[in-house]
């Protein structure tokens, strides 16, 4: 079985072991370059871009292996015009990854990590997650026939319990710190026969990085100038740097895209490290934002993309407030009708911040993750929606709509 490599130290460690950390100096593993070839179309997401992806591991090789799909990938790319011209920036895509199976970008990296806990004989898969992450397990567990474990926090409402609770998974609320319960999951997991599939599993980056390989597809084997994405747990970002740097280790590009991280004001551990030139982010404390599901306090993917930024790689950081967050929200369903939840609109008004100050320039490829549909989180709607409802009798209509056109 291929090995891990620790994206810290990097050392070797046993591939054909459930682990996500190094065992030396902590940091999160992952897997090693990929082959390269071509991309299959039409095919299930993990046949689709299996040149690129660790095929054995991942027991994706023989005509006659089960591969795992709810139909995951291939998400519109559109050119938002007249958003774009707006703010400055003509040539600004979107990548809607609220169209995957269960509404996030979650299902790409899901469908891979469930796949590898399946090759390697494990009958339960777990996630520690209150949100996206964890309704999209609960999905990818009961598709492949397993059982899935959620841990969440105790504190939770209820409402938000739902949506997860829809695919039958053992849900459990744990009390303590949710820093404490990622660490916990993955010491418990090999104990107790549960693959955790946490937010940067090696396994799960792999199935996130697909999004890299995508855009490029989709771009006609061009890449953007630069990609704007949302940052929590850094998972994503991290698998996104992955993707683009094979890519042009193996020659099919000339350089890797500028990778903007985008976190809201009220919890912004990584780009205030970014900002303050440290190594590790400090832990953040208690988040302030409307965008709950990039709020992650203490992100275990942080000191890796620190470290990736001050090795070279292209790696920038910003943040947005929720004004500038909601402002964003209400122009992608007003003007473009997309509807992305208020995490997932974070990049467009990061964009939008960065063509401002002359960061992004007019002329460059822009293009913003919009990493959840709107459905997700209805608060927004519930709390301050701006619904203007006119009444009135049958014979009334053909005036009203006549004045109102
Ligand atoms: C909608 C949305 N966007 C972005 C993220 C951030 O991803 P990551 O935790 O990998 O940084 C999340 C994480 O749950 C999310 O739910
Ligand atoms: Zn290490």
Not at 7 to 25: I, K, S, Y
Not at 38 to 61: H, I, Y
Not at 113 to 140: E, H, I, K, P, W
Not at 201 to 224: F, I, M, N
Request: aromatic share 6%; proline share 8%; hydrophobic share 40%.
């Amino acid at each position: 079985m291929e090995n891990l490599l620790c994206t810290g130290c990097r050392r070797e460690v046993d591939g054909g072991l459930w682990q996500a950390r190094c065992p030396e100096c902590g940091e999160p593993l992952e897997v090693g370059p990929p082959r390269g070839g071509s991309v299959l179309d039409g095919a299930p997401l993990l046949v689709r871009f299996a040149n690129f992806l660790p095929r054995r591991a991942l027991g994706l090789e023989g005509p006659a292996a089960p591969v795992l799909s709810l139909g995951e990938g291939n998400t519109p790319l559109l050119h938002l015009e007249t958003i774009g011209e707006r703010i400055g920036l003509p040539r600004l895509f979107v990548k809607v990854e609220g169209t995957n199976p269960t509404g996030s970008f979650k299902d790409r990296g899901s469908v891979a990590g469930v796949q590898r806990a399946r090759a390697l004989g494990f009958r339960a898969v777990g996630t520690v997650s209150t949100g996206n992450m964890a309704s999209s397990m609960a999905a990818y567990g009961a598709r492949a026939g397993m059982r899935a474990v959620v841990l969440v926090s105790a504190s939770i409402p209820r409402a938000k319990l739902a949506p997860i609770a829809a695919y039958n998974p053992l849900l459990i609320g744990v009390e303590g710190d949710y820093g404490r319960l990622y660490h916990l999951s993955l010491e418990l997991g090999p104990k107790l026969g549960i693959a955790f599939v946490n937010s940067d599993d090696p396994y799960r980056v792999e199935g996130q990085k697909t999004l890299a390989l995508e855009l490029w597809q989709q771009l006609r084997r061009q890449l953007p100038d630069a990609v704007v994405v949302p940052v929590s747990s850094g998972g994503h970002m991290a698998a996104l740097l992955k993707g683009f740097k094979e890519l042009h280790a193996l020659g099919y590009t000339e350089r890797v895209p500028r990778l903007i991280g985008v976190q809201a004001a009220g919890c912004a551990p990584i780009a205030t490290a970014y900002q303050q030139g440290a190594d590790t982010p400090a832990a953040w404390g208690e988040p302030r934002t409307i965008a709950k599901a990039i709020a992650n306090p203490s992100p275990p993917s942080g000191r890796r993309l620190l470290q990736a930024a001050k090795n070279g790689a292209p790696l920038h950081f910003v943040t947005v407030t929720d004004e500038e967050i909601m402002a964003a929200y209400w122009r992608l369903a007003h003007e473009a009708g997309v509807f992305a939840q208020p995490d997932a609109a974070a990049p467009v008004a990061a964009a939008q911040k960065l063509a401002a100050s002359g960061l992004l320039r007019p002329d460059e490829t822009v293009v913003a993750i919009l990493t959840g549909h709107g459905t997700k989180d209805l608060t927004p709607l519930e709390s301050n929606a701006p619904v203007s409802l006119r009444t009135c009798t049958l014979d009334e209509l053909p005036r009203v709509l006549e004045r109102a056109l």
